[in-house]
Antibody, heavy 126, light 107 residues
Framework: QVQLQESGPGLVKPSQTLSLTCTVS??????????WIWIRQPAGKGLEWIGR???????NYNPSLKSRVTISVDTSKNQFSLKLSSVTAADTAVYYC??????????????????WGQGTLVTVSS | DIQMTQSPSSLSASVGDRVTITCRAS??????LNWYQQKPGKAPKLLIY???SLQGGVPSRFSGSESGTDFTLTISSLQPEDFATYYC?????????FGQGTKVEIK
């Protein structure tokens, strides 16, 4: 079955750019009508949706982060990536990648997140 | 953004208890509501999608229902492995948003 794995630096300096990659195994990132998602969770807090990308490259971002976020996809490597610029301590969190699956309902698509990667902790500190 | 409000924020229960967690959306989201379980140090795991559909491999003691903008996750008979934090999430509009979580603890 499909599995996701996050990778990237665990420590980023303030004002720099956080860069993470999610590698998809067990299936092609290009197959099916899936979105690929980034979500984060500060320690002891709830979940925040960062954004998503379709295999065509179409993206949607959380307006709260939109000015700093870029999500891209590399179908040749079966990976998608997150870049978050101008980071501060408030960006310290566990970052998860996930797949967004859906079904057709009443002329629209209901979606949910499954599976998820195991998560990677990114600390912003000098 | 659509606000998702869960209640309670935490609860204590015993093995075998029936547990109910509620999630209220700030506007109508039809059945665009999912539930996840998260254990410490682990990624969230999908339990229920589209308000009431049980994800494959999830025990049948978990169920979901909806009534207007109120959604309910029910665990019919709490098991030791069910002690965790539960999150609801709406997929009606962008940005996707989650409830603040409900922590289920051992009584």
């Amino acid at each position: 079955q499909v599995q996701l794995q996050e990778s990237g630096p665990g420590l980023v300096k303030p004002s720099q750019t956080l860069s993470l990659t999610c590698t998809v195994s067990g299936g092609s990132i290009s197959s099916g009508s899936y979105y690929w998602i980034w979500i984060r969770q500060p320690a002891g807090k709830g979940l925040e949706w960062i954004g998503r990308i379709y295999t065509t490259g179409s993206t949607n971002y959380n307006p709260s982060l939109k000015s700093r976020v870029t999500i891209s996809v590399d179908t040749s490597k079966n990976q998608f990536s997150l870049k978050l610029s101008s980071v501060t301590a408030a960006d310290t969190a566990v970052y998860y990648c996930a797949r967004s699956v859906g079904d057709y309902y009443d002329s629209s698509v209901r979606r949910w997140f499954d599976p998820w990667g195991q998560g990677t902790l990114v600390t912003v500190s000098s | 953004d659509i606000q998702m409000t869960q209640s309670p924020s935490s609860l204590s229960a015993s093995v075998g208890d029936r547990v109910t967690i509620t999630c209220r959306a700030s506007q109508s989201i039809s059945s665009y509501l999912n539930w996840y379980q998260q254990k410490p140090g682990k990624a969230p795991k999908l339990l229920i999608y589209a308000a009431s559909s049980l994800q494959g491999g999830v025990p049948s003691r978990f169920s979901g229902s909806e009534s207007g903008t109120d959604f309910t996750l029910t665990i019919s008979s709490l098991q030791p492995e069910d002690f965790a934090t539960y999150y609801c999430q709406q997929s009606y509009s962008i940005p996707r948003t989650f409830g603040q979580g409900t922590k289920v603890e051992i009584k």
